[in-house]
T-cell receptor, first 115, second 114 residues
Framework: AQSVAQPEDQVNVAEGNPLTVKCTYS??????LFWYVQYPNRGLQFLLK??????LVKGSYGFEAEFNKSQTSFHLKKPSALVSDSALYFC?????????????FGTGTQLKVEL | DTEVTQTPKHLVMGMTNKKSLKCEQH?????MYWYKQKAKKPPELMFV???????INESVPSRFSPECPNSSLLNLHLHALQPEDSALYLC?????????????FGPGTRLLVL
């Protein structure tokens, strides 16, 4: 089965500093990877995805992610964090197990950006 | 516009009640999804509809009954739920169920079963 892992339950960063939220994947075949963000009591908002092509993917709100095939990683990054970026971040992968087609999510990383 | 709407925002129901959750999108998407999410946990897929036909049922108990009356609307009928069914129920849609298509999520319905 396809899976993603988010090794950090929480990441703390100071406002203005760069942030990284880590994600590693385990897939058979080509990985189709996604990042979503969830603010308290809200649904998930799509940030970006990697399907093919450039390893550096740019997304919404200044976020980007780097696909690294050798390290099987798809880390989310932002050059300068904002307090408003504080939220729960999910990495996800398309899962074709059993002939289905669904998103399998990581366990989530709580990002806290402090002044 | 990538908006998926869900009603109601909050729902409290007893274990003997029957209620329904509603999801709507007007993006012309032909795949729609129901997810269940517990606090601080990732969403778990429940059902997938593709072109108004049930495509995936992730072994969900029969007290949850999905319905897709048309390409824009997705319902989730609830009956005889248990307190452990209390969760945030998220609806999503995508262009179709192909692998590269992005799923767009609604704000969710927060359900409390007493």
């Amino acid at each position: 089965a396809q899976s993603v892992a988010q090794p950090e339950d929480q990441v703390n960063v100071a406002e203005g500093n760069p942030l990284t939220v880590k994600c590693t994947y385990s897939v058979s075949g080509n990985p189709y990877l996604f990042w979503y963000v969830q603010y308290p009591n809200r649904g998930l908002q799509f940030l970006l995805k990697y399907i093919t092509g450039d390893n550096l993917v740019k997304g919404s709100y200044g976020f980007e992610a780097e696909f690294n095939k050798s390290q099987t990683s798809f880390h989310l990054k932002k050059p300068s964090a904002l307090v408003s970026d504080s939220a729960l971040y999910f990495c996800a992968v398309r899962d074709f197990t059993g002939g289905g087609n669904k998103l399998t999510f990581g366990t989530g990383t709580q990002l806290k950006v402090e002044l | 516009d990538t908006e998926v709407t869900q009603t109601p925002k909050h729902l409290v129901m007893g274990m003997t009640n029957k209620k329904s959750l509603k999801c709507e999108q007007h993006m012309g998407h032909r795949a729609m999804y129901w997810y269940k999410q517990k606090a601080k946990k990732p969403p778990e897929l429940m059902f997938v509809y593709s072109y108004e036909k049930l495509s995936i049922n992730e072994s969900v108990p029969s007290r949850f009954s999905p319905e897709c009356p048309n390409s824009s609307l997705l319902n989730l009928h609830l009956h005889a739920l248990q307190p452990e069914d209390s969760a945030l129920y998220l609806c999503a849609s995508s262009q179709d169920k192909a692998s590269v298509e992005t799923q767009y999520f609604g704000p969710g319905t927060r359900l409390l079963v007493l």
